[in-house]
């Protein structure tokens, strides 16, 4: 690749990474700013936020959300190789039965 198409390469990655970097920065910001704004003492807005049980049960729930989620991506990463071994086996047998059609098919000399 020439310097002139890496550089172009670079600069499209980085500009990605600005994006996301720039998203969240103002995610961060819009809360804080919601928080700060917000009508509500800091007391009642604690109480909404994490309710009686306090932070451990958020940061719990948090952590079975994760979990859940790992969970599911593991099903579905095995549900994939299984797809992909089936259309390889398919595409095995097809490419033999192509072979020997084409072996049985060809005119001896």
């Given at each position: 690749?020439?310097?002139?198409?890496?550089?172009?390469?670079?600069?499209?990655?980085?500009?990605?990474?600005?994006?996301?970097?720039?998203?969240?920065?103002?995610?961060?910001?819009?809360?804080?700013?919601?928080?700060?704004?917000?009508?509500?003492?800091?007391?009642?807005?604690?109480?909404?936020?994490?309710?009686?049980?306090?932070?451990?049960?958020?940061?719990?729930?948090?952590?079975g959300a994760i979990g859940a989620?790992?969970?599911?991506?593991?099903?579905?990463?095995?549900?994939?190789?299984?797809?992909?071994?089936?259309?390889?086996?398919?595409?095995?047998?097809?490419?033999?039965?192509a072979d020997e059609g084409a072996?049985?098919?060809?005119?001896?000399?």
């Amino acid at each position: 690749m020439s310097r002139a198409g890496r550089r172009a390469s670079n600069a499209a990655t980085t500009a990605g990474g600005g994006r996301r970097g720039g998203f969240v920065f103002g995610a961060v910001i819009g809360t804080v700013a919601g928080l700060l704004l917000a009508p509500k003492s800091g007391r009642e807005t604690r109480e909404q936020l994490f309710g009686q049980s306090g932070l451990g049960a958020q940061v719990d729930r948090i952590r079975g959300a994760i979990g859940a989620g790992k969970d599911s991506a593991a099903g579905q990463n095995e549900a994939l190789k299984r797809k992909i071994e089936e259309t390889r086996e398919r595409l095995r047998r097809q490419m033999d039965e192509a072979d020997e059609g084409a072996a049985g098919g060809a005119p001896a000399e």
